[in-house]
């Protein structure tokens, strides 16, 4: 049973709203950290999550600022660039995956966008005994800084062929990264993957990256 269910996370003060899939009997959960200015309602992840439903991978989309810092993000943008915050809050909900297990005892993988692969990386860094697998779509792993040469956890990096300065910055967090990490470059994309059929090849190379590595 394919069956989605809004869910509130107590992350200290802070309560987050998720949307949690599960196909019945999931080998695995794939957490979203979507980028700047984004929400769960991300049209490209939500695409994204449901392929991963298809292949049998449970999902949770989740704002990762309250009703509150949204607004204040929505005017200044400060918080959208605040990969502490961002990761700290997605280090929570991986603890509530873990210990409340709505999925089941299940492994658990980050899917990052933007400037949430950033966020996705250093909460792997902290929580390597709980992340299984990390994929990248378009993201700026080099704003997780300190924390890339900490990662531990097998990390796929996506890029669009034509975002030539991601690919870039891709490239250096990837002699960080070293050897769990591998950096994939999508033909004929640019940064939001809006070219036809270059998302659903994001959707596919994150849904093997995820089954191989979450069934492990």
Known sequence: MDEQQTVTVPIGDAKLPADLRLPGQPAG???????SGSSRHSPRNVAVA?????R????V???LLTPVEDEVDTRTAELRFDIGLLASRLAGIIDWLATARPAGDVPIGLFGASTGAAAALVAASSRADRVAA???RGGRPDLADDALAQVRTPTLLLVGGLDEEVIAL????LTELGD?????????ATHLFEEPGTLDQVADQAGTWFTTHLSR
């Open 29 to 35: 959960v794939v957490l979203f950290a979507h980028g």
């Open 50 to 54: 449901r392929t991963l439903n298809d």
């Open 56 to 59: 049998g991978l449970g999902t």
């Open 61 to 63: 989309l989740a704002d």
């Open 134 to 136: 990390v994929v990248s």
């Open 170 to 173: 891709n490239e250096q967090a």
């Open 180 to 188: 769990v990490a591998e950096l994939r470059v999508i033909p004929g």
